[in-house]
């Protein structure tokens, strides 16, 4: 009798646990299956457990190229009948964008929170991976030669200038300030200002300043960069003209903002004036013959002098190259969201097989938390990814070195 009824008690306990283990601690929940390019797209992480919770919940956001993942407002508490049992649900908001077209799998993260037994008991630590998600992204229909797209009903872009472009002198600077903002997107997922400026103009690129606010469930994102322009040598330069283009789902339609191309006129810094009818000795004729067989010269192998410049660029200054140089300053500058944005273009480049040290994983989960993670009571330090980043260039140069110096002489002496 004792024996039958110690069976039926274990099979109750089974069963208990049976049911408990139906109940996935986290799940992810996303309404859309489908989104645009560059649209902003939700999806709510549900934690679950039998007590209340504690503490803040932390969580290990993938890291994508060409996609920000970030979180969205505070967590909403609530609770659900599940398998005969109530349950607390903690439901965190975040949101994806993607300049990524094709089917996107989300894969899963890791996150780790903390509950009670019941209101009062003892608090315990829960870990687990929420489960992998998938969505199609889309490009709209004639934007087939547009690069970085995004999409927004709502969208506007300023450009200041300080001073105002006009005739200038060598030495010269100038300020120019682009300020976008969109509804329903986060200021990292705009657009970053152009960087292109002929030779003879040298440009310094600010650090963006990004800020997005929630108001009453409407998301709108700012970004702000500053650009400098500093005039290095006379002559006359043109800034090409720059297009923002996005999609306005309501309307399907593309919109666009152009900003007008800009020219300098500008002149020596120590030119003095020349009184009326001086004759320029003859020096200055032989400048101006070289000048012009020099212009005749460019202008007949015009396409092959431009193809090898293209060539010579792209070999100093590759895309990875020219990222990693980003990131560390974006490291010196102690400013995490450019060091974000040039971490995800140094990834890019380097493609699916890039191999990186835990120290590097550490440093670069610890920029995403800052970034996406709950409000930081610290500034983000640039000097961990710095340092971790800097470990994996000097020994990536070290092996190409030793590579190198590995093949056998070509005239060894002696011979």
């Known amino acids: 009798m004792k024996a039958a009824a110690l069976m039926l008690l274990l099979g109750f306990v089974t069963l208990g646990f049976a049911a408990?283990?139906?109940?996935?601690?986290?799940?992810?929940?996303?309404?859309?299956?489908?989104?645009?390019?560059?649209?902003?797209?939700?999806?709510?992480?549900?934690l679950r457990a039998l007590g209340s919770f504690a503490g803040t919940a932390s969580f290990d956001l993938p890291q994508l190229p060409g996609i920000v993942v970030m979180k969205i407002g505070n967590p909403v508490v609530s609770s659900q009948e599940l398998e005969g049992q109530r349950w607390f649900v903690q439901t965190h908001e975040f949101a994806l964008f993607s300049q990524r077209l094709g089917p996107l799998e989300v894969p899963a993260f890791a996150v780790r929170f903390s509950s009670r037994d019941g209101f009062t008991g003892p608090v315990k630590d829960i870990q687990a991976q929420t489960p992998a998600w998938t969505i199609a992204i889309e490009r709209p229909p004639g934007s087939d030669r547009i690069g970085f797209l995004i999409t927004t009903d709502t969208f506007t872009i300023t450009e200041t200038w300080d001073p105002q472009p006009g005739p200038a002198q060598v030495g010269a600077v100038f300020k120019r300030t682009i300020v976008q903002r969109a509804a329903q997107l986060s200021g990292m997922a705009l657009a970053p200002a152009p960087t292109t400026a002929p030779e003879g103009i040298r440009l310094y690129r600010g650090n963006a300043e990004i800020?997005?606010?929630l108001e009453r469930g409407d998301f709108l994102g700012e970004r702000r960069e500053t650009i400098?322009?500093?005039?290095?040598?006379?002559?006359?330069?043109?800034?090409?003209?720059?297009?923002?283009?996005?999609?306005?789902?309501?309307?399907?339609?593309?919109?666009?903002?152009?900003?007008?191309?800009?020219?300098?006129?500008?002149?020596?810094?120590?030119a003095a004036r020349r009184p009326e009818g001086a004759v320029a000795d003859y020096r200055t004729w032989l400048?101006?013959?070289?000048?012009?067989?020099?212009?005749?010269?460019?202008?007949?192998?015009?396409?092959r002098l431009v193809g090898w410049g293209r060539q010579i660029w792209t070999a100093l200054n590759p895309p990875d190259r020219v990222a990693a140089r980003r990131l560390m300053e974006a490291c010196r500058c102690h400013d995490a969201a450019a060091a974000a944005?040039?971490?995800?273009e140094?990834?890019?480049?380097?493609?699916?097989?890039?191999?990186?040290?835990?120290?590097?994983?550490?440093?670069?989960?610890?920029?995403?938390?800052?970034?996406?993670?709950?409000?930081?009571?610290?500034?983000?330090?640039?000097?961990?990814?710095a340092h971790a980043f800097g470990i994996r260039t000097a020994s990536r140069t070290h092996s190409l070195r030793a590579s190198t110096s590995a093949l056998p002489m070509l005239n060894p002496q002696g011979d």
């Open 20 to 46: 408990h283990a139906e109940v996935a601690p986290i799940t992810v929940r996303a309404p859309e299956a489908k989104a645009w390019i560059g649209q902003r797209v939700p999806f709510f992480v549900d």
């Open 211 to 213: 800020k997005d606010r």
């Open 228 to 270: 400098t322009y500093l005039l290095a040598r006379p002559g006359t330069f043109v800034l090409p003209a720059s297009a923002y283009t996005w999609w306005n789902a309501n309307s399907q339609q593309l919109q666009s903002r152009t900003f007008p191309a800009v020219t300098f006129e500008v002149a020596p810094a120590s």
């Open 287 to 303: 400048w101006l013959l070289a000048v012009v067989l020099a212009a005749g010269l460019g202008a007949w192998q015009r396409r």
């Open 341 to 344: 944005a040039a971490w995800n």
């Open 346 to 385: 140094w990834r890019e480049a380097q493609g699916a097989t890039v191999e990186l040290s835990s120290e590097l994983q550490l440093a670069v989960l610890g920029l995403q938390r800052h970034l996406f993670g709950p409000a930081p009571s610290v500034a983000w330090r640039g000097d961990e990814l």
